[in-house]
């Protein structure tokens, strides 16, 4: 019922788009919002063509492929080959608020002694949950978180695009809707009743934040726009700390970075007085216990996997360490340069592979970073076919791993016996190449990073200091 539900939604606002097209070529004055001036998104696209062919081919395929995934999906589902909508996770964010309105501890440990498929975030998550539990029965509440989540990213995404430059006609929003639904980390994660469109969301307003921020520097709403962007980051990166890297840009920015702090603080403080001492404490049991255990190997495939540092796992925090320490020198380097959208592209394309445990649908936070790194290219003329292929790499990762995985190890006659070494150390280090998500945030990353050295003069730097 959710991908009928968002496709009769996504239906309407493209029908709704083309009376207003119709009316406004008859000549009718409209609202701005409906009729905005400028050249849409789809025209520009087409402009482009004759000087950058393969930039509006491989756009309009990969726009193709999202487009008629959901299609795929239910068919695949009919064959029993794709998961069904089973929402799983949102029951431990509710099984979460019953035990707290009944007055006993959020967190329960499982059989084994851990927490492992029981509630795992902080306490305050629960009171955008209460709602959709209080007024609906379990099925019907699911449906609806996901409903809400997603519709909630497509609207966060709306601004942002105006804000880049990109206008939107009402028609292109029903598209857009849809084709958010195509993308297969979130079309898994509503199925696993996952909160990443959720996270996208509050990661996509503190984008917007950033934009207006950012064009607004010496006026009183460009800096409440700053403040807002840092308390969206703070948002995300309380919810789910796994989310760290995005608050990458918030160093660049010291009205984004109080922002942060303030909202950060503000959370904190609402969430002790709504939920106690007791349950916090509870929490950070939680955080002590982790996840610990080796990661298992790739090519065991599961929908879920994301491991782009498997190879790495001895060495996998020094390593993440590293990276951060990375990110954030860059950050500090590149403050007084105007790498403000580079930066935040870079933090969140970071985020999947410096979180301690990432899955699949974790990549849907990217969406963002892939919207901002296009732009990016295309208002300085570079190479927006990068984040392109970025996206349909995110959108393939986890029947992309499967298909390399079972071409590479499940072809071999006897590979245990005939080709031991792909199960030995080169195996492991395979494994990075056969994972499409972790060559797409990699091509995010990368450019982010070499666009924000760049604007930063990172080169003139320290060719001076030598």
Not at 197 to 209: D, H, Q, R
Not at 325 to 335: D, E, H, M, S, Y
Not at 360 to 375: E, G, I, K, R
């Amino acid at each position: 019922m959710f991908v009928e539900t968002m496709g009769t939604i996504a239906l309407l606002v493209a029908a709704f788009g083309a009376v207003v097209e119709g009316l406004s070529r008859a000549g009718v004055a409209l609202p701005r919002r409906l009729d905005p001036p400028g050249e849409s998104a789809v025209r520009r696209l087409g402009r482009l063509g004759p000087e950058r062919p393969a930039f509006v081919v491989l756009t309009v395929a990969v726009a193709t492929v999202l487009f008629v995934y959901p299609f795929v999906d239910a068919v695949m589902r009919a064959a029993e080959t794709a998961p069904p909508f089973g929402y799983w996770d949102f029951s431990a964010y509710t099984s979460a608020l019953d035990r707290w309105l009944s007055g006993e501890s959020m967190y329960v440990t499982n059989d084994q002694g851990g927490y492992f498929g029981t509630y795992l975030y902080p306490p305050f998550f629960v009171l955008v949950i209460w709602p959709f539990q209080e007024l609906f029965e379990f099925g019907r509440a699911a449906r609806l978180w996901q409903v809400f989540s997603v519709l909630f990213l497509w609207l966060s995404l709306q601004p942002v695009s105006r804000a880049l430059g990109h206008t939107l006609r009402v028609w292109e929003r029903g598209l857009l809707l849809w084709l958010l639904v195509g993308f297969h980390p979130l079309l898994f994660s509503v199925k696993q009743g996952q909160i990443s469109a959720f996270l996208a969301a509050l990661i996509s307003l503190s984008l917007y934040g950033l934009l207006r921020g950012r064009g607004d520097a010496e006026r009183p709403g460009g800096r409440l726009a700053r403040y807002a962007s840092g308390a969206c980051t703070a948002l995300v990166g309380t919810t789910k700390l796994v989310y760290g890297a995005v608050g990458t840009h918030l160093l660049a920015d010291r009205d984004r970075f109080a922002g942060a702090v303030v909202g950060g603080v503000a959370v904190a403080a609402l969430s002790l007085a709504v939920f106690g001492v007791d349950a916090h404490l509870g929490y950070y049991d939680v955080l002590r216990w982790g996840k610990g255990g080796a990661p298992s190997p790739p090519w065991l495939w599961m929908r879920t996997y994301y491991h782009p540092l498997y190879p790495l796992t001895p060495v996998a925090l020094p390593v993440r360490l590293l990276l951060s320490a990375a990110l954030a020198t860059l950050a500090l380097a590149a403050r007084s340069a105007d790498a403000d959208r580079e930066l935040f592209a870079l933090g969140v394309g970071a985020i999947p592979i410096i979180a301690p445990t990432a899955y699949n649908y974790y990549l849907t936070a990217l969406v963002p970073a892939v919207l901002v790194l296009l732009a990016v290219e295309l208002d300085r003329d570079g190479r927006p076919v990068i984040p392109v292929v970025a996206l349909l790499l995110l959108h393939v990762h986890s029947y992309g791993l499967k298909v390399a995985v079972d071409w590479v190890y499940g072809t071999l006659p006897h590979p245990h016996a005939s080709v031991p070494v792909l199960y030995g150390d080169v195996g492991a280090l395979l494994s990075i190449a056969l994972q499409p998500g972790v060559w797409g945030a990699g091509l995010l990353i990368g450019l982010a990073a070499v666009r924000a050295a760049t604007a930063a003069d990172l080169r003139a730097r320290i060719a001076a200091r030598r």
